[in-house]
């Protein structure tokens, strides 16, 4: 299993750019999460995803920012227009009921 | 919701002493408590976890207790080495809820 799939590992932007960011879950599970993770704030928990379906996005800051689970096996987050101090390391999770979370090694963003 | 406050925010100690990060929840339904540990400029990574249906579980020198009734856990490890350096962050949630809850995370730095 190659894990949790976070895709791009470093994005640098201009501020205003739409950054979109990726990730493919563990097969099989059936949970995804994104947290967004600074100094200040810690891991902050976005949005999850059971079987598809956004649950809580009670945590996603403002409308600049939306995810997607168009299927089991893809998730995206977007930023619209971005901003600096949407700066962070943004990581994406998956995890089965019953089970832990398997994170991905997270997206490096700096927004310029 | 789910509430996890974790002390201390930054712990130091000398090879070989004990460490011990303390958590308590706020949600007396949540019965599952895992920890979970960053290294500089990687993903958190599971470490160890406990089942509210056990005091105490032991991974060579990990360990991490629970205490329902207060509702706290703590991680306790010992013989400490420099490569135990890290981030640690204790988390909690209800099994058949997928929405864990992290701590704010406690920087451990041993001393050679």
């Known amino acids: 299993d190659a894990g949790v799939i976070q895709s791009p590992r470093h994005e640098v932007t201009e501020m205003g750019q739409e950054v979109t960011l990726r990730c493919k879950p563990i097969?099989?599970?059936?949970?995804l999460f994104w947290y967004r993770q600074t100094m200040m704030r810690g891991l902050e928990l976005l949005i999850y995803f059971n079987n598809n379906v956004p649950i809580d996005d009670s945590g996603m800051p403002e409308d600049r920012f939306s995810a997607k689970m168009p299927n089991a096996s893809f998730s995206t987050l977007k930023i619209q227009p971005s901003e600096p101090r949407d700066s962070a390391v943004y990581f994406c999770a998956s995890s089965y009921t019953g089970g832990g979370y398997t994170f991905g090694s997270g997206t490096r963003l700096t927004v310029v | 919701g789910e509430n996890v406050e974790q002390h201390p925010s930054t712990l130091s100690v000398q090879e070989g002493d004990s460490a011990v990060i303390k958590c308590t929840y706020s949600d007396s339904a949540s019965n599952y408590f895992p920890w979970y540990k960053q290294e500089l400029g990687k993903r958190p990574q599971l470490i160890i976890d406990i089942r509210s249906n056990v005091g105490e579980k032991k991974d060579q020198r990990i360990a991490v207790t629970l205490n329902k009734t207060a509702k706290h856990f703590s991680l306790h490890i010992t013989e400490t080495q420099p490569e135990d350096s890290a981030v640690y962050f204790c988390a909690a949630k209800l099994l058949i809820n997928n929405d864990m809850r992290f701590g704010a995370g406690t920087r451990l730095t041993v001393k050679p």
């Open positions: 097969s099989g599970h059936n949970s």
